[in-house]
């Protein structure tokens, strides 16, 4: 099969994204929820730090490739704070809102999909 040099480009630029995208369609990880509490864990020690003694302004958190894990729902819930998600895959990021159902009282984080090299947010 013949491909032009134009498209031959295209799929060369994007194919780690292809595969991803794919990857993220056709698989189920069966350790998401230890993972995610892990991960919690991890960043709630971080954020404890980097509060310390500081204000107490609401807490602004864009997790990028967070896949289907929870974490961002409970740093939501437990520090009252504005949450973003980022992942290349909406079906991930629909799995782990559907995985944090019971994590969650009325506010729901913002999820974004889309490409980490051109993340769409003002800096």
Partial sequence: MWI???????IERYRALIGEL????????GTIESMSQSHYD???????????????ERLRILEVGCYAHTTGY????????????????AKALALGRRLAGDHVSGRVPRLVAGDFHRLPFEA
């Fill in 74 to 89: 409970k740093l939501m819930r437990e520090l009252d704070a504005d949450v973003t998600l980022f992942d290349i895959s």
């Fill in 22 to 29: 794919g990857w993220h369609s056709v698989t189920f990880d």
């Fill in 4 to 10: 032009s040099p134009g498209r031959s480009k295209l």
């Fill in 42 to 56: 991890s960043v709630l020690e971080a954020v404890r730090a980097f509060r310390s003694g500081r204000g107490f």
